[in-house]
């Protein structure tokens, strides 16, 4: 049965805030995790540029297709956890994922964002 003790995966859950006028709405994403992941791997000088290397936790027979997932936001909003859940499909295929963090305008105005 999905989620007892006899069974041998595991689960990530994401609880996402979502401000909908003047309430808010709590968002859980629920999906097997059955891959592995390195965290907040620095890819640049600056705290915040960092990424997460997802991929599945079978090994590999053949080299394997990769994405990079880059939230959207105008620089101004957002972060990787909000495209996390575009990782579990691709996961799903094979796929290696490269989910990553970049330092938003209000800590890095420009010029300081195309210097990275």
Not at 19 to 37: D, E, I, K, R, W
Not at 101 to 112: F, G, H
Request: with cysteine.
């Amino acid at each position: 049965m999905l989620g007892s003790s006899s069974d041998p995966r595991r689960y990530y859950a994401k609880f996402v805030l979502i401000p909908t006028m003047g309430t808010a709405l709590f968002l859980c994403l629920v999906f097997a995790a059955n891959y592995s992941m390195l965290g907040n791997l620095h890819y640049a000088a600056d705290p915040e540029t960092v990424l997460d290397i997802l991929q599945p936790a079978h090994p590999a027979l053949r080299n394997r297709p990769g994405a990079i997932l880059i939230h959207g936001g105008g620089w101004i909003t957002g972060t990787k956890s909000e495209m996390f859940f575009l990782c579990a499909p691709l996961l799903d295929n094979d796929f290696v994922v490269a989910n990553v963090e970049y330092p938003l305008a209000a800590t890095a105005p420009l010029p300081a964002l195309t210097m990275m």
